[in-house]
Structures are given as structure tokens and as C-alpha cells.
């Protein structure tokens, strides 16, 4: 009987061990795929927005924004709103940040969302132009698109390790690409440092929180500036 009682408890240990072992690598797994996703939407919205800002600089120093830019302007903005807007749903989804006041000041990334209505809204309906010449007030308010832009990179830079800010001479300003070989904004120090475990790491959640506070300042300018 004793005999049979012990075999009964071993049964049951291995059972509880074999349980918790599967739980353990269910959950392992489940981590590892969702810090893979993050690892990729960290990486093109890091790229995004980096590329943009010298985009933004060269509208801004001509004065004026060709067809070619305005489309991948576009682009840009899109790709930042959807996969940053995926890193704050994400931070808020495993209550990593704050969001107590997000009624009153909306997650950063919204302003990408109004940025891509704002350039996608100066698409002319005339096939034929090719360059739109900016009034004072295009210029004020592409202006304020870049002093957000800057606060996102700065975010990025100063939080995420192997980030790769490009000289402006490396960047195709039409294209919104890096041009040739060069490194992109991303290099393989972000990969190596990210790859395993990024869910857990509270770098990204320092670029969320550093580009919600970094446009507080700009709030009330922006809706004056854009409230047309």
C-alpha cells in the first residue's frame, strides 16, 4: 500500500513537472513572438522618422514640396502611426506606461495620424503638377511638423541602442530612402542588443514616455497652427 502511494506521488510530481514545463515554453514562446513583433515596429518606426526628418528639412529650405515627396511623405507618416501606434498599444496593453492622463494629452503617435491627413489633404487634383510652392502658413505649419519630428528622434536616440542617425548627404530627400550601402537608421547593434527578451526591456517604454512629454509644449500651437 505504502508502495503504491509513493508511486501515486511520483505520477503526480512528474505530471505537475511536465505541466509547468509546457506552461513555462507556452509563455516562452508567446514572449519571444511578441518581442520579435516589437523588435520590427521598433525598427520601422525608428526608420520612418528619422528618414522624414530630412525629408522635412529640405520642403522646409526650398519652400516647396514636389509630387515624388509628398507621396512618400505619405508613406512615412502612415508607417510611423501604425507602428508606433503599435508600441503604445502594446505598453498600455501589459500596463507598462502611464496613461492616466491620455484623455487630456492622446498618445503621441496620434499626431502622425493628423500629420498624414494634413499631407495627403495637399495632393492637388490636377495630375499635372509636379511641385506645390508653400504659402507662409504651409511653411509655419510643416515647420511645427519637423519641431515634433525632432522630438521622436531624439526620443529614439537617446533610448535605443544601435539607433544610426545618417548624415543628410547619405539620405535620398525625394525617396525617403538611405541611398546605396549605407548603414541604415537601424544597425545590427539594434538587432543583437533587441533580438531576445525586448518585451521586458524598458528602453521603448522610455521613447513612449519621452515623446509624450516632449510635445506637451507644442499642444496648444499645433491646434492653433492646424485649425483651419
Same mark, same amino acid.
Given at each position: 500500500?505504502k508502495?503504491k502511494k509513493t508511486i501515486?506521488?511520483?505520477?503526480?510530481?512528474v505530471v505537475i513537472?511536465i505541466?509547468?514545463?509546457i506552461q513555462y515554453?507556452e509563455?516562452?514562446?508567446?514572449?519571444?513572438?511578441?518581442s520579435?513583433e516589437l523588435?520590427?515596429h521598433m525598427?520601422?518606426?525608428?526608420?520612418?522618422?528619422?528618414?522624414?526628418?530630412y525629408?522635412?528639412?529640405?520642403?522646409i529650405a526650398e519652400?516647396?514640396?514636389t !509630387?515624388?515627396q509628398?507621396?512618400n511623405m505619405?508613406? /512615412?507618416? #502612415?508607417q510611423?502611426?501604425?507602428?508606433?501606434?503599435k508600441?503604445? *498599444?502594446?505598453?498600455?496593453?501589459?500596463?507598462k506606461i502611464d496613461?492616466?492622463?491620455?484623455?487630456i494629452h492622446?498618445?503621441?503617435?496620434?499626431?502622425?495620424?493628423?500629420f498624414?491627413y494634413?499631407?495627403r489633404?495637399m495632393?492637388?487634383?490636377?495630375e499635372?503638377?509636379?511641385?506645390?510652392?508653400?504659402t507662409?502658413e504651409?511653411?509655419?505649419?510643416?515647420?511645427m511638423m519637423?519641431?515634433?519630428?525632432?522630438?521622436?528622434?531624439d526620443?529614439?536616440a537617446?533610448?535605443?541602442?544601435g539607433i544610426?542617425i545618417p548624415k543628410s548627404? !547619405?539620405?535620398?530627400?525625394?525617396y525617403?530612402?538611405? /541611398?546605396? #550601402?549605407?548603414?541604415?537608421?537601424t544597425k545590427?547593434?539594434?538587432? *543583437?542588443?533587441?533580438?531576445?527578451?525586448t518585451i521586458h526591456?524598458?528602453?521603448?517604454i522610455?521613447?513612449?514616455?519621452?515623446?509624450?512629454?516632449?510635445?506637451y509644449e507644442f499642444?496648444r500651437e499645433?491646434n492653433?497652427?492646424?485649425?483651419d
Open positions: 500500500m508502495h501515486g506521488m511520483l505520477i503526480a510530481v513537472v505541466f509547468s514545463t515554453l509563455n516562452k514562446n508567446y514572449e519571444d513572438y511578441l520579435l523588435l520590427n525598427s520601422k518606426f525608428s526608420s520612418s522618422t528619422i528618414i522624414n526628418g525629408m522635412l528639412d529640405e520642403v519652400e516647396e514640396i !509630387m515624388t509628398l507621396e505619405k508613406d /512615412k507618416y #502612415e510611423m502611426r501604425k507602428h508606433g501606434g508600441m503604445v *498599444d502594446m505598453a498600455r496593453s501589459f500596463n496613461t492616466s492622463d491620455y484623455n492622446p498618445y503621441p503617435v496620434y499626431l502622425a495620424s493628423d498624414h494634413f499631407i489633404r495632393t492637388p487634383e490636377d499635372e503638377v509636379e511641385v506645390i510652392e508653400l507662409d504651409k511653411l509655419e505649419q510643416f515647420t519637423k519641431k515634433v519630428n525632432d522630438v521622436w528622434v526620443a529614439l537617446e533610448n535605443i541602442k544610426h548627404n !547619405m539620405v535620398d530627400t525625394q525617403g530612402v538611405v /541611398k546605396g #550601402e549605407q548603414t541604415p537608421p545590427d547593434e539594434y538587432f *543583437d542588443t533587441y533580438r531576445e527578451g526591456n524598458k528602453d521603448w522610455r521613447v513612449i514616455e519621452q515623446m509624450q512629454e516632449g510635445i499642444e499645433i492653433l497652427i492646424f485649425n
